[in-house]
């Protein structure tokens, strides 16, 4: 049996599958097995592996579970001790393996991993999704090491290193069979978004590590799924942050931060009326109605933590950047 699962979870994308899995199976196929998960699609995906791609494991589902019900049904029955979340829309360097199977190897306590993440169509750039490792701030919201909002940092080597993170991107993220099956796999309330940092946290808070390896580089298309513009990812991004929040730190805690965010969601959706974009205002109201009415549901489930572990990097990322002007992660030290 071989060390890794490179699961790739499909939705309609028999187009990226045709472009990027040529190089998945080129760059991995000696070392993992490559399942392709599909979510019920509706156009040629199966058709075309069948015919251009034998080598590939197809799992199929009978309907569209999301990011995070696909994902569970999907490693459910598999053996492999580890496995690669991949994107439909990435394409891995040559060599891309076996840092991370060192790295896991060499560090019993490591639970989830992530590779460089650069962009594939600016291949000089890091890509917005996970970038050089994910952290959030003190009121949760998220950022990376190379990309803060809409800023994309240059790649020049200034994270060419392997650091311990607080989340690992859902683009390509490598996690321990074992580790998953421990959390119960993803929230599948979250249908997709913030589900990995979700993942993530509930590893931490159970004294596991998440690190960044940056001797392992993908190149990612990003906005496949949801663009960044669309209403539905704004709704899932800040119900799903609200929802992480109040589940995975103590709750005399928790509700604090939830009351400050969401006045700060209410200043964001002030913000989308000024720019003309009222249905992404009108997904922050009903983002918020929806995590009222989940919120109990999610506590009886996910019961909060008892420990409390500092979890954030800076005060506020919101402030860092938009009233400071800070762009790049270093400065952020200095904040």
């Not at 291949?123 to 949760?140: I, N, P, Q, S, V």
């Not at 899932?236 to 604090?256: D, E, Q, Y």
């Amino acid at each position: 049996m071989k060390q890794i699962a490179v699961v790739i979870l499909n939705w309609n994308g028999a187009a990226l599958l045709e472009r990027f899995l040529p190089t998945v199976i080129k760059n991995s196929g000696e070392i993992a097995h490559i399942y392709v998960a599909d979510n019920g699609s509706t156009d040629s995906s199966k058709e075309l592996l069948n015919t251009k791609f034998p080598q590939v494991s197809i799992i199929e589902m009978p309907f569209n579970k999301g990011f995070t019900g696909g994902y569970n049904l999907a490693l459910k029955d598999l053996n492999e001790p580890l496995f690669c979340l991949l994107n439909s829309d990435v394409a891995p360097s040559e060599n891309w393996l076996n840092p991370i199977i060192t790295a896991f190897k060499s560090d019993p306590q490591l639970a989830i991993a992530q590779p460089k993440i650069l962009d594939e169509l600016k291949k000089t750039h890091f890509e917005y999704a996970g970038a050089a490792g994910g952290y959030l701030d003190a009121l949760g919201y998220p950022f990376c090491r190379g990309r803060i909002f809409q800023d994309i940092e240059e790649d020049l080597g200034q994270y060419n290193d392997s650091i311990e993170v607080f989340w690992a991107t859902g683009a390509c993220m490598f996690i321990r069979n074992e580790v998953f099956n421990r959390l119960n796999g993803f929230d599948e309330s979250y249908f997709a978004h913030q589900e990995e940092i979700d993942l993530c946290w509930r590893a931490k808070n159970l004294g596991n590590k998440v690190m960044y390896l940056g001797n392992s580089t993908v190149y990612h298309l990003g906005g496949s799924t949801l663009s960044n513009m669309n209403p539905k990812k704004t709704f899932l991004n800040f119900r799903n942050s609200l929802f992480s929040i109040l589940k995975n730190m103590p709750l005399h805690r928790a509700l604090g931060v939830i009351l400050v965010r969401l006045i700060l969601d209410g200043i964001a959706g002030l913000r989308f009326i000024l720019q003309g974009k009222f249905s992404h205002c009108l997904a922050i109201i009903h983002a918020h109605f929806s995590f009222y009415k989940g919120a109990r549901s999610a506590f009886k489930k996910y019961p909060s933590p008892k420990h409390y572990i500092k979890y954030y990097k800076t005060t506020s990322i919101v402030w860092s950047h938009y009233m400071r002007g800070l762009k790049k992660f270093s400065l952020l030290a200095k904040d």
